[in-house]
């Protein structure tokens, strides 16, 4: 959705045919989680394809011409017939997008989950580190008021892979983490773009400890910025101590997602209220509306598109 704050309206982005299924062809947007922007005045938009069962693909929209950039296709066996790509970063130094692929769709348990490797020069797709500690969720449930997250139906614990995703300012190190789990992880891009899949899993260090968290950023300093899902709250890692803490709280921040810099100097995260949809409340409707997004001063400034 494209919010206009002189009118206070809401449009579908980047059009209403853009936002239209259709069964002729696949060039809509299905099932959009993931979206970044980059420093050509593209914003690139991550489709799951999950709703249609389309394959999934990276579209990126040309703001300053109002056009269509290009799309990308994330095919398998990059993607799995279980992939949920939720988030991703640009590189664009190196012309390459790294994606999380949470791997919970249609029955997936998240114990497949990888990041995809997506060269923006070729349109080669790589997936890596699939089902490896640093991806795959660790048997840590989700609460939130009190209220286990379980697979609808189920007594089963939601655990989520690979979902926060973020890229230091000097395109040097990559962080990433599954969404239930104790620990961020990173590798340095070099590595991860050069080193054989079967090697990889030894250049993955283990950064830092954490809660279950969804969305992840990152600030000049090095300094992480963590949506703790199920906490109402934006939790932070100092790049010099490296120890996690709450950084920003609020009751109405039910859980928090994604959370991106923007030029006026604060992040913004949203508040997606997952635990009060009616899929985990007998099929009846909790969430508040409208829906809210929150904003916060980071420790230091932010990056561009992170």
């Known amino acids: 959705m494209h919010y206009d704050p002189r009118t206070k309206k809401s449009t579908p982005y980047p059009n209403a045919e853009w936002n239209t299924r259709r069964t002729t062809d696949d060039r809509y947007l299905d099932d959009v989680l993931g979206l970044r922007n980059d420093s050509q005045g593209v914003v690139w938009m991550l489709d799951m394809g999950t709703k249609s069962g389309v394959t999934p693909k990276l579209v990126g929209w040309n703001t300053r011409a109002n056009k269509l950039e290009r799309i990308y296709y994330i095919p398998a066996p990059a993607s799995l017939r279980t992939s949920q790509l939720n988030d991703f970063v640009l590189d664009e130094t190196r012309g390459v997008a790294v994606i999380a692929d949470e791997e919970i769709a249609n029955g997936g348990d998240g114990t497949k989950a990888a990041l995809v490797i997506l060269d923006m020069k070729t349109g080669a797709t790589r997936r890596v580190l699939a089902g490896d500690k640093s991806t795959r969720p660790e048997n840590m449930p989700i609460v939130s008021d009190g209220k286990q997250l379980n697979i609808p139906g189920t007594q089963k614990p939601i655990l989520v892979g690979a979902d926060g995703i973020t890229l230091d300012r000097s395109n040097t190190w990559l962080y990433f983490a599954p969404l239930n789990g104790s620990a961020v992880y990173r590798i340095r891009m070099d590595d991860l773009l050069r080193t054989p899949d079967n090697a990889l899993p030894g250049k993955v260090e283990t950064y830092a400890k954490k809660k279950n968290n969804g969305g992840l950023s990152i600030d000049v300093e090095g300094n992480l910025y963590l949506t ?44 997606a209220q997952l635990p009060l949809a009616g899929v985990f409340n007998n099929g009846k409707d909790m969430t508040r509306k409208p829906f809210a997004i929150f904003r916060f001063k980071p420790l230091a400034p932010g990056i561009w598109g992170r």
């Open 228 to 271: 703790y899902v199920g906490d109402k709250a934006v939790g932070v890692i100092p790049a010099d101590t490296r120890t996690a803490r709450t950084y920003a709280a609020d009751a109405q921040l039910i859980w928090p997602d994604g959370v991106s810099y923007n030029k006026d100097g604060y992040m913004y995260v949203s508040a």
